[in-house]
């Protein structure tokens, strides 16, 4: 079965949604604003004059002295991109120290290491002075994206009912969707501010959600997954009990100890990924994230304001569109959140595909039809406003797909215990790894490669979507223990995982 396994051969486990688990789910996503609000922070700011006065007054006088036609290049700046793009090689290296943090003290450091070090950071990019500071502020701020972005999703994952566990997961790529909407319209906001001082503005705010994540994260129960795997079995039955809101709990506990076993057993996650029956699960902490960045999103989120600046329009017009499409990037994460659990992520996943794919060609074909490849030319008004249209149907395709589910969702529900925060690791250092890449080469690619950048992403739709179809099982419904079971109902994986698992039962192992 392409699919993998049948609802019918998925379990359900007593219990209930509690409000105590929904408030922690709550608490802990708030990691996701800070992640989102430094996405759209970046590309407003850079958009405005008295930050590129400041901190590149050279690019700035580019800008101003541009007598070149060539929409295309306007832009194209190492030290900007470099800028914008530090701090995402500064969340790769943190997540590696954020694994061995999460497995070995509990999910909840992570997140106080991350908000301290982002609090930190914002700080310093408010009070910034010269470059270095900036710069070294926004490394800050990537260590706080690293070890946020490494915890929250595991965080979440575990302490949801496996029925809901889409649903509770989003909600951090929705606060991802919120911190960048929220970034979005401060920058608007600040830029008009007379006196240039509102891109400080724009940075120190950071610390607001900064401040929500560390001191929630001081009063958060650590998971029962967690727990058991550091040895407090007591203390896990007791939040078991507290976040199921019933006693009984027996075959839930039991089903963790069981994947707790192999966990202690195993000194070297890193070690243990590489193993043959674990190809499946990595391949998928490589593929997802790297997928997911070369859908170009991030051309939209961080570039949005310079693009539109870039394609003839003004300022105010620039950041108000990146307002619009923020707010779409947001609603349509909700469709997502109301529908993993029923429809499954695999449909999901190829509508949103064939959604992308249609937008991206459509709008390669605007923009080849106005500046060609000379890169010359000016829009009209209602032209741009189709453009902005087909920018939002496809943030839209991309939020209820690969956003929530490549971003969070699958990753961290796929990895058996023992190799969960490892494999979380990989995702989002390959994660960030990418973005900087697509922030890095986005300029430069636009300036060359013109309106066929479009078209490129385009391609890397269609191949991400074809893997999709043939290689990710469904786990909608299947309790995170039991996900061994998809991978062995799988056409193609299944030749990868042995035939006895301690996880499950030899009679759960038969009925695939
Ligand atoms: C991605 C980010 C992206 C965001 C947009 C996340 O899932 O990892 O790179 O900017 O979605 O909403």
Sequence with gaps: MVGGLSTMESKEYPGKLTPFVVLTCLVAATGGLIVGYDIGISGGVTSMDPFLMKFFPSLYRKEKQNQSSNQYCTFDSQILTTCTSSLYLAALVASFFASSVTRIFGRRWSMLAGGVSFLVGAALNGAAQDVFMLIFGRILLGIGVGFIGQSVPLYLSEMAPAKLRGMLNITCQLMITIGIFSANLINYGVSKIEAGWGWRLSLALAAVPATIITIGSLFLPDTPNSLIERGHDEKAKEILRKIRGTDDILEEYSDLVAAGKDSKKTRHPWINIVKRKYRPHLTMAILIPFFQQLTGINVIMFYAPVLFKTLGFGSNTSLMSAVIIGLVNVCATFVSIGTVDRLGRRLLFLQGGFQMLACQIILGTLIAIKFGTTGEGTIPKTYAAFMVLFICIYVAGFAWSWGPLGGTLVPSEIFPLEIRSAGQSINVSVNMLFTFVVAQTFLPMLCHFKFGLFYFFAGWVIVMTIFIALFLPETKNVPIE??????????????????????????EMAMI
């Design 482 to 507: 039991k996900m061994i079971l998809v991978w062995k109902a799988h056409w193609f994986w299944n030749k990868f995982i042995p035939d006895k698992n301690e996880h499950v039962s030899t009679k």
